[in-house]
């Protein structure tokens, strides 16, 4: 009978079923345990409590004991840290202790150390009385009740923040009882101080709460419950009265008296339809409208761990699950009921005894028949045993033999969900999840949850099954898998990389670096080596390489990759970690990386780069360098020096004429300084030309002259400078007396063109005359007398002296442009 | 003194240098978040990076796509979103769009050209509001975040370094926020690190590669990739090529045929490859048929010639940047300078581009007369809907058109008269008879008499330059004389320069082994090559330079560039065979990669540069400077 285990509370209906008969059986007695067991059928904690046997208090350390919810042993460890004031797990299965100094360590479901945080210095100083481990918006946060009645939180274990609550006014007792509700985004306590109720909060705020009670003498506050969604509040006072309101406690949903007078053992929301309070030999089921269900217990000791949906139960010998009973099971199964899914499922049965009744109840519900279908493969999801779920998914199916167009994906979908929750729910995996959990939890979840109990093989199956795309799937899972190998220290590194490259080679999206460092984090570095080799991606495997200090291969598998931001990050993590020798020796076999750490001092300083290039042996380079260096400092004998040094290094070179010029340079500074104490100016940077331009200006023609002969300038050279700056100065008679010196090797056409240069044609015209015939029209030209330049160029019978002048003439004058042509028409006819 | 930084005078002098060339802004998030909220970028705030890509290819697509015309206008609305919205979401801090605080913006100067060429930065000046180019932005005291939008270099973060330093021994506190264009390097970061400030910065990457300046030419705008990489040896931005051409497959499609030519240019590839091999196998479908990745070192000799296309000489003489010209009060007699935006979309620009300057003036004649016949129809409109047709339709066209005809018509004038200044036919000449290996003694005169006249030092190099190229170096006595000339007259510190024109092989000195005998009988490279490829013209072949029908009418008929013919000459021929026995010729060689050959010889062709040089640029980038 389906509803034997049924019990009605007001309109509904609870049941309690047996999940598991526990492994533990015969060897645990949950009287000598403190109790932590883990949300969506997560594994569960024992602490063996020494103070609960009553005896002396010791000194002996708890034993902790991870089970899986069948009662399958973990783990054990010997506790050796603190006094543990709270002990619980987060969302992500890691189970927390919380200690009395405010410290909180942090352990896998393996008892395998994953880090520790404190709860803050007040906590260290003044010791904790109590704890609470709650879902938060964020993850799992903890909450210290400290010795001083101070709240302290942290809302992510993850990233702890600790946050300070509102003081509760003349608290100085121990709260007779205190919970953290988690409402819209903000974290409060409740605490109970006697007959007195309060809210506190993170801004620093407190509000008394006087929730409305039927009868005036209930008497104080000695325990509380949270539901599980964080929307209900349940309060149990020293008259046994039951309130039961909203988490604000401003509204009111039931209310119920017990009649007893001693606080119950554990007190809890059974989804959030009722509450359950157990007594002694007695649990209590209270509903809303004063409804109540008694269930005896022949066990003394029990725990009771909330779900979304319902509450496990978990004794010595059994894991029961407790819940109501959901609205679909109550239509199939409720006694009379004529809902469609209800007729099918006896039509079904009715079918299987081949008996005609089946069409007769099949004709009845004929209209609804998709629903019939609908409510079936819903109530095979909510049922534990297998035998009823096929039941169930038999007369969905029968039903759909009757439909024309339905779509079969909810019952495809239905039997892969049940496929899977049988397969979790199996005890040797041990994860009672309901669907109800399944779908609040998550598939994906699921999946990680299996991983994270190294069921490997089991989640790719399922991952398998249920055609997971291999990136998120199954290659994950094998990486995975593959982080947990290397920590098996049992095994060979070769055989192991072997056994891994097998399984993961050929598979995307599986980042050989991670499991690399993870084998670097347990200490085998060969190994770690050998997966990198795997690795393709450069970028991830050459900051491995180096933190395990293989510096020449990251540098080559830098340089390979052609990415040359990662040969800078080898590079300048070589230079701080190589002693300097190891280093030049490292980069001077690898070309690319010296040019690219050559630009990075370049960008310090220019002397490193003289050093790196000293370390090359260039003496060409330091030069450079050092020639470079010389025009950033300041004063002129550090200067000099530089440049000598300079010359040296070119000498080294055999590079005689870069010597000799920077010998002549070295020299010119010398007589700039000189010229410098003499005529009171500076000559300094300039250039040997623009010094001696500069001194034909100022009419230190002996200076010049002795530049000159010092520097052996060619005569061009000369004559050309001492023109233009003769001209530049206006010193016409100087320049005419220089005219007459000698022959100038520069022509007399330079005077013309540096007179005109600074429009004097004056002076331009006394040295036309001079200028030799064959240069003579572009001076013409210059000096603007163009009908003299066509004459000259016709007389020199010069075919491109003629289109010069053309060239220069045809928009201005269109005569003497006629005549140009003429002559040139001319010249063309006479050859 | 008190200076507007609270700073002692001392301290401030390092700080106060470098501000001068930063651009900055301080933002109102809320105009911002306007431009995230239009209609497009509704996506933005939720899923940034995704839907950045996806905005980002819009805009590409807009630029080409030729039946409808971009606008600059939604163009740059998009690259701001793209700039906005690719800032990773999910750190509430850090994108600008995502905090209503306000904040400073300051940008690498750098950037602000080619920012403001694609989006407008005048766009972010009005929506804003303030922003200024002052140097002391320091002043606003307010918590504001800073964002710094710099190109990732070495440098740029020593600066940044400096002033976060300067700024929190002042006990000014504020976030800052660090974004690195085109890619986040670790190099960077680690000097942020080392330098004690990474704490209080958040990094940020946006990957800016190519800049739309035209209809037919992408630039990367980053003009120092030439001098890292072939005198420094810096390979960092081969990955940054390789990168924005991979972005440009993602847009188009993959690319069937490949050659490369040159030894960066292979490299190039290969790290194209390496990162395609990262990820999903191409489609089959291609827009852009064929790709050359070409390496300037190549062909030095057609940037150091002087071209003679009238966009070519306004570079030269004015300098364009990011298609932008600044043509001062000085050329336009006017009171105010004016900024040009010259492109595809002008006209009258896109008739006149191309031409041979000397057949620029008589078009711009004609033109001139063509728009004043039009203007004079305006005497004969009998009626009053004839009248508003012609002001409503044809007036604001005319009066456009008649204003950038004078900008041209003013900048022909001023480019005539600076040519007929500086003796430019001396300099022609000399040029076309090195091209030619002709009266090579003529050339050395000249050269010579420029140095001692004092020409610009660049001028006088470029034709160095040249004479090295065309001649496989210069004799030792002559590369001693002239060396020793030029390094009197313009300074020893241009030593340097020769060194690295060296290193480079612009300018080399012939090895003394080879007597004078060997330099009669060979031929050298150059002038293999450019018998190959008729690079210059037969003598007594003209060249119409009025209507060409060759292409050396770009140099005055007197060479044609040799990466043209590169391209023209592996287009034509068939076989692989051919590219490798010409690829012996060139340095670095010719690799081909060839899945799928088109026969279409209609081509269009479009032109990804890392950044626009002429022969002054370049030369300019690898001459050594004295220290201000």
């Known amino acids: 009978m389906a509803t034997a285990d049924w019990n009605p509370l007001g309109d509904h209906y609870y049941r309690k079923c047996e999940v598991y008969a526990m492994e533990w059986s015969g060897v645990v007695d949950l009287a000598k345990h403190t109790v932590a067991a883990a949300a969506y059928g997560g594994p569960i904690a024992l602490m063996k409590d020494e103070s609960k046997l009553n005896r002396v208090p010791t000194n002996i350390k708890p034993v902790i004991t991870v089970y899986n919810a069948a009662g399958k042993i973990i783990n054990q460890i010997r506790w050796n840290s603190g006094t543990i004031v709270k002990m619980g797990w987060t969302i992500m299965e890691d189970l927390l202790f919380v200690q009395d100094d405010g410290v909180v360590l942090v352990y896998d479901m393996f008892l395998t150390f994953k880090r520790t945080f404190s709860m803050g210095q007040e906590a260290k100083d003044v010791k904790i009385l109590d704890a609470r481990i709650f879902t938060s918006f964020q993850g799992t946060g903890v909450a210290i009740m400290t010795s001083t009645f101070r709240i302290f939180l942290i809302t992510n274990s993850d990233s702890p923040r600790i946050i300070r609550l509102a003081e509760v006014p003349d608290l100085n007792t121990f709260p007779s009882c205190w919970d953290i509700v988690v409402m819209d985004r903000q974290v409060r306590a409740l605490v109970a101080k006697g007959r007195e109720l309060f809210i506190v909060d993170q801004g620093g705020q407190y509000q008394k709460q006087d929730p409305q009670m039927d009868r005036e003498d209930v008497g104080e506050y000695i325990d509380m419950a949270v539901s599980f969604n964080n929307k209900f509040v349940v309060l149990f006072t020293s008259t046994g009265h039951i309130w039961m309101g909203m988490s604000d406690l401003t509204t009111k949903v039931g209310e119920f008296d017990t009649k007893s007078g001693s606080k119950p053992q554990h007190f809890a929301w059974c989804g959030n339809g009722a509450v359950v309070a157990v007594w002694e030999r007695i649990m209590l089921v209270v509903g809303p409208q004063k409804y109540w269900i008694k269930y005896p217990f022949k066990y003394q000791d029990i725990h009771l761990i909330p779900e979304v949906d319902g509450l496990r139960i978990i004794s010595n010998d059994t894991h029961e699950f407790l819940q109501r009973v959901p609205t679909v099971v109550e239509q199939i199964f409720k006694i009379g009921s004529m809902e469609p899914g209800a007729m099918l499922y006896e039509a079904n049965k009715e079918y299987q005894k081949q008996h005609q009744k089946a069409d007769e109840y099949l004709r009845m519900i004929m209209e609804k028949l998709d629903l019939a279908v609908n409510q079936c493969i819903q109530a095979a999801g909510h049922e534990f045993e297998p035998a009823k779920q096929k039941q169930l998914m038999r007369a969905a199916s029968f039903g759909k033999c009757f439909l024309t167009d339905y779509r079969p994906e909810a019952f495809v979908n239905m039997c892969q969900m049940l496929r899977v929750l049988n397969q979790v729910r199996h005890h040797t995996v041990g994860i009672p999840l309901t669907y109800t959990q399944l779908e609040q939890l998550s598939m994906p979840v699921l999946i990680d949850r299996l991983v994270l109990r190294k069921l490997f093989g089991l989640a790719i199956l399922i991952c398998q099954y249920l055609r997971v795309p291999d990136a998120e799937g199954e290659n994950r899972i094998r990486a995975h898998w593959a982080c947990y190998k290397v920590q098996q220290k049992h095994m060979e590194e070769d055989q192991l990389a072997r056994v891994i490259s097998q399984k993961l080679l050929e598979r995307p999206g599986v980042s050989f670096s991670d499991i690399a460092s993870v084998a670097l984090e347990h200490g085998r570095k060969v190994l770690a080596v050998k997966l990198l080799d795997f690795e393709t991606r450069a970028s991830e495997q050459v900051p491995l390489l180096l933190k395990m200090g293989q510096q020449a291969p990251a540098l080559a598998k830098a340089i390979e990759s052609g990415d040359t931001d990662l040969v800078y990050t080898v590079l300048l993590n070589l230079r701080d970690n190589l002693d300097a020798a190891q280093f030049y020796m490292l980069i001077h076999t690898m070309p690319i990386a010296f040019s690219l750490y050559l630009q990075y001092c370049r960008h310090q300083n220019l002397q490193m780069v003289e050093q790196l290039w000293e370390q090359e042996d260039n003496p060409n380079e330091i030069a450079l360098t050092k020639i470079v260096r010389s025009y950033t400092q300041d004063s002129l004998d550090p200067r000099i020096k530089t440049l000598e040094d300079a010359g040296n290094c070119f000498h080294r070179t055999g590079n005689t004429f870069a010597e000799k010029l920077t010998e002549e340079q070295i020299k010119l500074m010398r007589y700039q300084r000189r010229l410098e104490d003499e005529l009171g100016r500076s000559f300094a940077d300039l250039s040997l030309h623009k010094t001696m331009y500069e001194l034909t200006k100022e009419g230190s023609h002996h200076h010049v002259e002795r530049l000159r002969k010092d520097f052996k300038v060619p005569d061009k050279r000369y004559w050309w400078m001492r023109v233009s700056a003769l001209a530049e100065a206006g010193d016409w008679a100087e320049l005419e007396k220089f005219s007459k010196s000698k022959k100038p090797p520069i022509g007399m056409e330079a005077f013309v063109e540096v007179c005109m240069k600074y429009y004097n044609k004056q002076e331009a015209l006394k040295y036309l005359s001079r200028v030799l015939p064959e240069h003579k029209v572009k001076s013409l030209v210059c000096v603007g007398q163009f009908q003299e330049a066509a004459d000259q160029a016709a007389e020199n019978k010069n075919e491109d002296e003629l289109n010069y002048v053309l060239g220069k003439v045809k928009v201005a004058d269109k005569q003497l442009a006629e005549t140009v042509r003429g002559y040139l028409a001319q010249l063309n006819t006479r050859r | 003194m008190e200076t507007p930084l609270g700073l002692a005078e001392e301290e401030n002098i390092g700080v106060v240098r470098l501000f001068k060339e930063w651009h900055y802004v301080t933002t109102a998030c809320v105009n911002i978040y306007h431009i995230n909220s239009s209609t497009d970028m509704r996506a933005l705030g939720t899923n940034g990076m995704k839907a950045a890509k996806v905005v980002g290819v819009r805009y590409f697509h807009e630029l080409w796509n030729k039946e409808q015309p971009f606008t600059w206008n939604r163009c740059h609305r998009a690259i701001f979103a793209v700039f906005f919205g690719g800032l990773r979401p999910g750190k509430n801090h850090a994108g600008l769009s995502r905090t209503p605080d306000k904040k400073d913006l300051v940008i690498d100067p750098d950037l602000t050209k080619p920012l403001d060429r694609v989006a407008g930065i005048g766009f972010l000046r009005q929506d804003l509001k303030t922003f200024s180019t002052a140097m002391y932005f320091m002043c606003s005291d307010q918590p504001f975040r800073r964002v710094y939008l710099v190109r990732a270099s070495l440098l740029n973060m020593k600066y940044i370094a400096d002033h976060i330093t300067a700024e929190r021994k002042q006990g000014n506190i504020r976030d800052y926020t660090v974004i690195m264009v085109p890619r986040r390097l670790h190099v960077c970061e680690l000097i942020l690190e080392n330098e004690g400030v990474l704490g209080h910065i958040t990094l940020e990457e946006f990957h800016l590669h190519l800049f739309p300046l035209d209809t037919d030419l992408l630039s990367l705008e980053m003009p120092d990739i030439f001098k890292s990489f072939y005198l420094d040896g810096d390979l960092t931005h081969i990955h940054t090529v390789a990168s924005s051409l991979v972005t440009l497959q993602h847009l188009y499609g993959w690319i069937p045929n490949i050659h490369t030519i040159g030894k960066g240019s292979k490299m190039v590839y290969d790290m194209m490859q390496a990162m395609q091999e990262e990820e999903q196998k191409q489609e089959a ?281 590169l391209v023209e000459y592996i287009l034509l021929h068939e076989s692989l065979q051919t590219y490798e026995d010409l690829g012996r010729q060139i340095a670095g060689g010719i690799y081909s990669d060839v899945k799928y050959r088109t026969t279409s010889k209609d081509l269009n062709i479009i032109v990804c540069t890392t950044s626009i040089l002429t022969g002054q640029s370049l030369l300019e980038q690898v001459s050594e400077k004295k220290p201000i």
């Not at chain 2, 010639?305 to 306004?314: F, N, R, V």
């Not at chain 2, 490279?525 to 009418?553: C, I, M, T, W």
């Open chain 2, 285 to 565: 479908k291609f827009h852009i048929g064929y790709l050359f990745i070409i390496d300037r070192d190549v062909d030095y000799i057609t940037p150091l010639c002087s071209p003679m296309t009238y966009e070519a000489l306004l570079d030269e003489s004015f300098g364009i940047q990011c298609g932008v010209i600044e043509f001062s009060a000085e050329v336009l007699a006017k009171p105010k300078s004016v900024k040009i935006l010259l492109s595809s979309q002008d006209p009258i620009y896109v008739e006149i581009r191309d031409r041979h300057f000397s057949s620029v003036f008589p078009f711009l004649g004609a033109k001139a007369k063509e728009l004043k016949t039009i203007y004079e129809k305006k005497n004969d409109l009998k009626t009053v809907g004839d009248m508003k047709n012609f002001v409503s339709q044809d007036l604001g066209r005319l009066k456009e058109h008649q204003t950038t005809l004078s900008y041209h018509i003013s900048a022909c004038e001023y480019i005539m008269k600076m040519k007929t200044q500086l003796d430019f036919e001396s300099y022609i000449r000399t040029e076309h008879s090195l091209l030619d290996g002709t009266d090579t003694k003529d050339c050395i005169a000249y050269i010579e008499d420029c140095i001692y006249k004092q020409a610009p030092h660049l001028t006088t190099l470029r034709l160095l330059c040249l004479l090295s190229l065309t001649q496989d170096g210069l004799t030792p006595r002559e590369y001693k004389s002239l060396k020793t000339d030029f390094l009197h007259s313009h300074g020893f510190e241009q030593l340097v320069t020769f060194f690295n024109l060296k290193k480079l092989g612009l300018l080399v000195e012939q090895s003394s082994g080879s007597k004078v005998t060997a330099v009669v009988t060979r031929r050298s490279q150059f002038r293999q090559l450019a018998g190959r490829l008729s690079l210059v013209p037969k003598s007594g072949e003209e060249v119409n330079l009025k209507e060409p029908d060759n292409l050396a009418y770009v140099y005055g008929g007197a060479y044609s560039p040799l990466t043209v013919r």
